[in-house]
T-cell receptor, first 112, second 114 residues
């Protein structure tokens, strides 16, 4: 089957660095996405990994290890506005069609 | 830049009524996805369309149906509404062939069934 695991909640201090982990089990893996979602709002795209390694984008970095079914999102220089849910999503490909499966999200609280 | 448009933003219906949610993807995007997100839950994939043809189906109840029209807008039709259908319904669009097939989400339609 397909499964995505993320911690439910994390707390960090403004200015600090936080790492949000995501592990997954799937067949037909075709990419991993991280989204940020504020309560009641739409998810917004943060990063995409399809090959092993680190992708850096400003204060956000995402890492993928396909052999381990593991990814993390690294947030540096935390700001209060980073308090949100962070969703790990995988795209699977079966017979040429794509499906996106979301994890339950990690609710991050940034404290002053 | 143009974003995904969803209408209405809020909808209140009674049990057993029907509802139609509309989605207007970003211009040139050829793929539309529908998601249902309950309170405190992750988005659940319902259905997707590529070039006006259904491309994949997730956990969409038989009471729901969807289609994509010639202008690429999509509608999600929900009948015999139940209390459990109360949720945020997101539409997302993407352009197949773009690196990452990044999905752009609309603001969502909040459906409340009373």
């Amino acid at each position: 089957g397909q499964n995505i695991d993320q911690p439910t909640e994390m707390t960090a201090t403004e200015g600090a660095i936080v790492q949000i982990n995501c592990t997954y089990q799937t067949s037909g893996f075709n990419g991993l996405f991280w989204y940020q979602q504020h309560a009641g709002e739409a998810p917004t795209f943060l990063s995409y990994n399809v090959l092993d390694g680190l992708e850096e984008k400003g204060r956000f970095s995402s890492f993928l290890s396909r052999s381990k079914g593991y990814s993390y999102l690294l947030l540096k220089e935390l700001q209060m506005k980073d308090s949100a849910s962070y969703l790990c999503a995988i795209r699977t490909s079966t017979s040429g069609t794509y499906k996106y499966i979301f994890g339950t999200g990690t609710r991050l609280k940034v404290l002053a | 830049a143009a974003g995904v448009i969803q209408s209405p933003r809020h909808l209140i219906k009674e049990k057993r009524e029907t509802a139609t949610l509309k989605c207007y993807p970003i211009p040139r995007h050829d793929t539309v996805y529908w998601y249902q997100q309950g309170p405190g839950q992750d988005p659940q994939f319902l259905i997707s369309f590529y070039e006006k043809m259904q491309s994949d189906k997730g956990s969409i109840p038989d009471r729901f149906s969807a289609q994509q029209f010639s202008d690429y807008h999509s509608e999600l039709n929900m009948s015999s509404l139940e209390l459990g259908d109360s949720a945020l319904y997101f539409c997302a669009s993407s352009l197949e062939g773009e690196r990452g097939y990044e999905q752009y989400f609309g603001p969502g339609t909040r459906l409340t069934v009373t």
